[in-house]
Nanobody, 125 residues
């Protein structure tokens, strides 16, 4: 499975950005897709996930982004989106999309099997 992330950029605090992650290859192996982020000098941290295969599209969010970030999927396009609203300077990081074969939620980066290349999001104050 290959993941291609896009959509990062520079935005002022309070602004919005939408990230996309297109999956290709053996996507039938994927059950959960998500986003993590890593700021300079910090560990990679969980942002949000969505179940991929089957019905429901159950979502999970880190407390720090609840009510501001929204994950969605377009199964026909094998693409996951991350809509980020009310951005804060502390949201500045490289954002990575990730995919997991196991069919249950995890917020641990080490549980994900496939990773995209990352896209930079910078929020100015």
């Amino acid at each position: 499975v290959q993941l291609q992330a896009s959509g990062g950029g520079l935005v002022q605090a309070g602004g919005s950005l939408r990230l996309s992650c297109a999956a290709s290859g053996r996507t039938f192996n994927v059950y959960v897709m998500g986003w993590f982020r890593q700021a300079p000098g910090k560990e990679r941290e969980f942002v949000t996930t969505i179940t991929w295969s089957g019905g429901g599209g159950t979502t999970y969010y880190a407390d720090s982004v609840k009510g501001r970030f929204f994950i969605s999927r377009d199964s026909a396009k094998n693409t996951v989106y991350l809509q980020m609203n009310s951005l804060k300077p502390e949201d500045t990081a490289v954002y990575y999309c990730a995919a997991r074969r196991a069919n249950y939620y995890s917020n641990r980066a080490r549980d994900y099997d496939y990773w995209g290349q990352g896209t930079q999001v910078t929020v100015s104050s």
